[in-house]
């Protein structure tokens, strides 16, 4: 089967940037207990997790430097901003 035969459903989404950026903010939110795990249904907390996330985001932000549309780096900025402080309001 090539992958021409696939449905949309089977293909899977989009192999993009902003697609990896908004799955790694969403595992990073699932870390912080603000969304529920979507196998268990279970909202989790594990800071550390968390923070490896950002870290995960900080590293794209610096390897990717010069090569990012105005909207990407704006987006992975903002995110990175959201996601610290949560983990900031955890810790008070």
Request: hydrophobic share 40%; no cysteine; net charge negative.
């Amino acid at each position: 089967m090539s992958p021409d035969d696939l449905t949309p459903e089977q293909q899977g989404p989009p192999a993009t940037f902003d697609f990896l950026i908004h799955t790694l903010f969403t595992q990073a939110l699932m870390a912080l207990g603000r969304i529920p795990n979507p196998i268990t249904n279970k909202a989790h907390k594990n800071l550390a997790t968390a923070r490896h996330f950002v870290d995960t985001l900080k590293m794209l932000e610096q390897k990717t430097a010069g090569n990012l549309t105005e909207e990407e780096r704006r987006v992975l900025e903002e995110m990175q901003h959201q996601l610290r402080m949560q983990i900031l309001a955890e810790k008070e």
